[in-house]
C-alpha cells in the first residue's frame, strides 16, 4: 500500500513538473474524447483511441516502440469529474498487446484521479493511472514488458514500450 502511494506522488509530481521539466502550465487541459471505432471494432471499452496525428519520433534511448493515442476518459470518468464505477476495461497498448485492465482501487481527491489493479490473467502484473489537471498518465507492466502512456501536446499522447536490456539488471 505504501509503495503504491509512492508511486501516485512520484507520477503526480511528474504531471505537474511536465515533461522534459517544462512548467505544469504548459499542459493544457483536454476535452473528453469519445468513445469510437479503435482497429476496426466499436470498443467503447479501449483506453486508447486511434489518432491521425502526427509525433515526432521518440529518441529516448529506453523506447522500443511507441504510437500517437488519444485518451477515452469517459470511460474512465463522468461528465461531473467523477470516476465512474467500472470494473474491467480494455488495455490496448498496441495492435499486437491488448489486456483487459481489472481495477481493484479508485482514489479521487479534488480533480485528482487514480486507478490501480492487474492485468487479468497475468501473474505479477500491475497498473497505476492518474489524471489531474487536465493531464493523463499510465504505467501497465508485468514479466510480459512494461508500458507508459504519457502527454505529448494538445490532446495527444504517446504510448510507449520500455525497452528493459536497456537498464542495470535488464540485460537478459
Known sequence: MKVQRAFHLCVLIFLLVGCKGEPANAVEPFAVSQPTSIMGTSDNHSIFLDTDAVLPASTDGH???WRAVKINLAL????????RAVKEFTINLFPDVTYVGVIEQVE?????VSWSGHLKGVELSYFTMVYTSGAFMGHFASPLGVYEAAFARDDIYRVIQIDQSKFPGGEG
Open 108 to 112: 479521487q481527491a479534488g480533480d485528482v
Open 63 to 65: 523506447v522500443e516502440r
Open 76 to 83: 474512465l470518468i463522468d461528465e461531473a469529474g467523477q470516476a
